[in-house]
C-alpha cells in the first residue's frame, strides 16, 4: 500500500497511513497514471495531481475511495459526472481526458490541471468591490459554459462562486464551471434519496429547498447564477445567515435585499435581470443559460461606454495586501473566512472549550479553507484516541461534502506537503498574477517582512527527527515571493479583528492563543492577509540560525505563560521575523488526512527537548480545540520577482 503524501509503502490491508492519516493507495500509480502529490481530499474521494506517461503531461486525477466504490449510487454519480462533462466541447467547463476503473476496481477520473484560482477569492465587500469589466468576463464565461450543459439536457445543481474557475491559459483568463458531482441529466434517473437536500444551501433555488415549490430544471441553476451575480456585485450573497437552517429558511420566505438597496448606481436593466433570476416562480426566470446571457449582454451594454470598453484589469496583489477586485483572503485559499451561508465554528469567535492541552490534540478533516455546507452525504467517522509521551494522536475528522468530491484542478505555487480539501472546489493557491511587478523596494506592508522566495529544503534531518512521526522528511521546494508578519498575533489585535471584547488578562503585548484554526485565518482575513503556508513558515525561520536556548522556551510548570511578542531578540532572524520558536506553536495553512499542522516551540517545551525545540517541530492539531500553546501569524502575497 502507497501513501500520497510521505511516500512511504505498507502492507497489504492497511488503510490509512500511520505517519499522516492519509489514505492508502493499492500503488503509486491508477492505470497507466503516476501519483505525483495529494491536492485535495474528502469524503467520497481524493484528487492528486499525476503524470501521464504517454504525454509526459501533468493531469488531475481523481479517484473515488474503495468504501464509496462499493455503493451503487455513488459509483454511478461518479460515472455519470466523467459522462456529463466529457461530452461538453467547451473550454468553459474543465476538461475530462479519461475515466477507468484499476485492475482492484478503483474508478478514477482524469482531468486538466489548471492554473488559476476560484471566484470566491475576488468577491468582495464595498468599496472594494469586483471590477466590473472582470465582473463580466467572469459572469459571461460561466454563463458559455452552463448554456453547453444546459443544451446537452445537464442541470449543474451546485453553482457557486467556489465552483467558477478562473483559469490562467496562454489566450488570457477563461472562466470554466467545475465540479458537476452531482450534476443531473434530463431523462436519467434520479439518485438522490426522496426528501434528500443536493446541493449549497445559500444558493439553492426554492425548488431545490422544498419539493413542492416546483420541478428542478435549467431554471434552479439560473437561479443560482443570480445569487452569484448579486454577490460579485454586492459583496455577499442576498440569503447569507449564521446557520444552515436560517439560510434555508430566508430561501423560502424571500428573506432579501434587493440589489438596488446594497448596490446604488447600476443601469436598471442589471437590477430588473437580478430580480427575475430570483424570482421564486420558477417560471418567471431565464429558462435556460442561454437565455440569461442574452439578457445579461443587454444589461451590460446598459453601462456607460467607460466601462464596457475597459482594459479587463487583472487579478492580482496590491499594496496592503488587498487584491485587486477582491476580497482580503487567506491562503486560497484558500480563504479562511466561511462562504457566504456558512455557520460559524460552534462556539463562535474566541470561545474556549474548556483547557486543551497537547496530549488532547486530535485530527481534523483537512480544510484548506471552510467550504460552504453541502447538505446531501457527510462523513462523520470521529474517534480520538490518546496521545504518548510528546506524540500526536491520529485520528479521522469530520467533514461535509459533496456527493462526489470537487474538481480541484489546480496548479500550486509551492509543492510543499500540504494538501487542502478537494470538497466544493476548494483549491490550492495559485500563482501571483501581476503582469508587470512593481520594484521589490515599493513593496513595503506594515509590521510584515517580505521575503524572496525560490527554491529551498525544508524537513528536518533524519537524525534530529528519529522517533518523531510527524517530523517532515527533507524534500525540495519553491516559494514565490511572500510577506509574513514580524510576530506572531496578539490576543488584543486579534479580539478587535473578530469584534470581541478582549478580557481584563489579555495584556496588549500578549501572543493570541487557545484561539482555533478558523478563528486564526478569520482574523488575517479580516487584516486583508492570510495563514502561511508551513512551506513559507519554515522559510522564514530557516533564514537565520536560532537558537532555542535564545528563545526563552522552558518547561510548563504551574502557571506559566508565553513571554510579549518580540521581546527576546535571541528569536528573531537577520530579517526581523521574530517568536518562531518562543511564546506559541503556530497554526499554518496546511493539513491533511484529518489535521491542520502547527509550525515551532512554544512556551510548555524544554529547551533542551532536540527536536520539539527547533524551528523542524511540527505537530497536527485538531483547529476546532483551542490550545493555549498555539497562536498564529499571517502572511500574504509578495508580488515582485525572485
Not at 472562466?175 to 452531482?182: C, M, Q, R, S, V
Not at 505563560?561 to 530579517?575: E, I, L, M
Request: glycine letters at 10%; charged letters at 20%.
Amino acid at each position: 500500500m502507497y501513501c500520497p503524501l510521505c511516500r512511504s509503502e505498507y502492507p497489504d490491508g492497511w488503510k490509512r497511513c500511520p505517519t499522516d492519516e492519509a489514505a492508502l493507495l493499492r500503488a503509486s500509480t491508477i492505470g497507466k497514471y503516476k501519483i505525483d502529490m495529494l491536492i485535495g481530499a474528502g469524503g467520497m474521494g481524493a484528487v492528486y495531481r499525476a503524470d501521464n506517461p504517454d504525454t509526459q503531461s501533468s493531469v488531475a486525477l481523481k479517484i473515488l475511495h474503495g468504501s464509496a466504490a462499493g455503493v451503487d449510487a455513488a459509483r454511478t454519480r461518479f460515472q455519470r459526472e466523467a459522462a456529463a462533462v466529457a461530452a461538453l466541447k467547451t473550454r468553459h467547463v474543465v476538461s475530462i481526458f479519461d475515466f477507468g476503473a484499476d485492475v482492484d476496481g478503483t474508478l478514477y477520473l482524469v482531468m486538466e490541471l489548471m492554473l488559476g484560482h476560484t471566484l470566491r477569492k475576488e468577491v468582495a465587500l464595498p468599496p472594494d468591490t469586483m471590477p466590473l469589466p472582470r465582473v463580466n468576463l467572469i459572469f459571461e464565461g460561466a454563463l458559455r459554459g452552463l448554456g453547453a450543459a444546459h443544451r446537452a439536457g445537464i442541470v449543474h445543481r451546485d453553482l457557486k462562486p467556489e465552483n467558477v474557475f478562473i483559469a490562467q491559459t496562454d489566450d488570457g483568463e477563461v472562466a470554466k464551471l467545475l465540479d458537476f458531482g452531482i450534476a443531473r441529466k434530463g431523462g436519467g434517473p434520479s439518485l438522490t434519496h426522496s426528501g434528500a437536500l443536493m446541493g449549497t444551501p445559500a444558493y439553492m433555488a426554492p425548488e431545490q429547498v422544498a419539493g413542492n415549490r416546483g420541478e428542478i430544471g435549467p431554471w434552479s441553476d439560473v437561479y443560482a447564477m443570480g445569487v452569484i451575480l448579486y454577490e460579485m456585485l454586492s459583496g455577499k450573497a442576498p440569503f447569507a445567515a449564521d446557520s444552515m437552517t436560517e439560510v434555508l429558511s430566508r430561501v423560502l420566505s424571500r428573506e432579501f435585499a434587493p440589489l438596488r438597496s446594497v448596490r446604488l448606481g447600476l443601469p436598471e436593466a442589471v437590477y430588473q435581470l437580478v430580480e427575475r433570476t430570483l424570482s421564486d416562480d420558477f417560471g418567471a426566470r431565464f429558462p435556460h443559460a442561454d437565455a440569461l446571457r442574452e439578457a445579461w449582454h443587454a444589461a451590460f451594454d446598459a453601462f456607460p461606454s467607460e466601462v464596457r470598453n475597459a482594459t479587463v484589469p487583472r487579478y492580482r496583489r496590491v499594496s496592503g495586501g488587498q487584491e485587486l477586485g477582491s476580497a482580503p483572503t487567506s491562503h486560497a485559499t484558500a480563504s479562511g473566512t466561511p462562504a457566504p451561508g456558512t455557520p460559524p465554528p460552534p462556539g463562535g469567535p474566541l470561545t474556549p472549550t474548556g483547557p486543551a492541552r497537547k496530549a488532547s490534540m486530535t485530527s481534523f478533516a483537512a480544510t484548506q479553507a471552510t467550504p460552504s455546507p453541502v447538505v446531501g452525504e457527510s462523513s462523520t467517522d470521529r474517534s480520538p484516541s490518546p496521545r504518548s509521551s510528546r506524540r500526536l494522536a491520529l485520528v479521522v475528522g469530520g467533514l461535509v461534502v459533496a456527493g462526489a468530491v470537487g474538481v480541484v484542478v489546480v496548479v500550486a505555487s509551492s509543492r510543499g506537503p500540504g494538501a487542502g480539501s478537494a470538497d466544493a472546489g476548494v483549491i490550492l493557491p495559485d500563482a501571483t498574477l501581476d503582469a508587470a511587478p512593481p520594484p521589490d523596494a515599493a513593496l513595503e506592508l506594515p509590521g510584515m517582512v517580505r521575503l524572496p522566495g525560490g527554491r529551498f529544503t525544508m524537513g528536518a534531518d533524519p537524525a534530529l527527527a528519529a522517533g518523531f512521526p510527524d517530523a517532515l522528511t527533507r524534500q525540495d521546494t519553491e516559494l514565490a515571493p511572500f510577506f509574513i508578519d514580524k510576530t506572531e498575533v496578539t490576543a488584543v489585535a486579534a479580539k478587535a479583528a473578530l469584534g470581541v471584547t478582549p478580557s481584563p488578562t489579555d495584556a496588549p503585548g500578549l501572543p493570541s492563543r487557545s484561539i482555533t484554526w478558523a478563528d486564526a485565518a478569520a482574523v488575517c482575513a479580516k487584516l486583508g492577509k492570510r495563514l502561511p503556508t508551513e512551506a513559507e513558515w519554515e522559510f522564514a525561520a530557516q533564514r537565520t540560525a536560532l537558537a532555542a536556548e535564545g528563545a526563552r522556551l522552558r518547561r510548563a510548570t504551574g502557571a506559566v505563560a508565553p513571554a510579549q511578542v518580540g521581546s527576546h531578540a535571541g528569536d528573531c532572524t537577520g530579517d526581523g521575523v521574530c517568536d518562531l520558536l518562543g511564546n506559541v506553536m503556530e497554526w499554518t495553512a496546511d493539513g491533511a488526512g484529518g489535521k491542520r499542522i502547527v509550525r515551532g516551540a512554544s512556551y510548555g517545551v524544554s529547551w533542551r527537548a532536540k527536536w520539539l525545540a527547533t524551528i523542524h517541530a511540527r505537530l497536527p492539531a485538531d483547529p476546532a480545540a483551542p490550545d493555549p500553546e498555539i497562536g498564529f501569524r499571517c502572511a500574504t502575497d509578495g508580488g515582485g520577482q525572485r
